[in-house]
């Protein structure tokens, strides 16, 4: 599986709030609002053991950060059917 080539900076996720692999293919994106203005807080939040949830990339200003991998079921859905069979993007507020 590929994986974007506009990812500027990788901060992993970690594995407890993941699943490897996936039971589906992609069929979708889902975009969610990040509530924050750092996009820094996102990359903490999903790379904290327990979070028990994730996205596979963050956006902000032109910057794309990669924390989960897109062969791996990320938790942002609210609904496993929904992680499985999409790709979970976190977006900051600008301001």
């Not at 599986?1 to 992993?12: A, C, F, N």
């Not at 994730?54 to 992680?83: L, M, R």
């Amino acid at each position: 599986m590929s994986q974007s080539s506009m990812v500027t900076r990788k901060w992993w996720a970690d594995p407890s709030n993941y699943t490897p692999g996936r039971s589906d293919t992609i069929h979708g994106i889902v975009m969610h609002h990040a509530a924050s203005t750092s996009f820094d807080s996102i990359g903490q939040a999903f790379s904290t053991p327990g979070r028990l949830g994730s996205a596979h990339y963050g956006i902000c200003q032109g910057n794309v950060d990669q924390y989960v991998k897109e062969e791996f079921t990320a938790w942002h859905c609210g609904d496993w059917p929904g992680n499985c069979c999409t790709i979970g993007i976190e977006v900051t507020n600008d301001r």
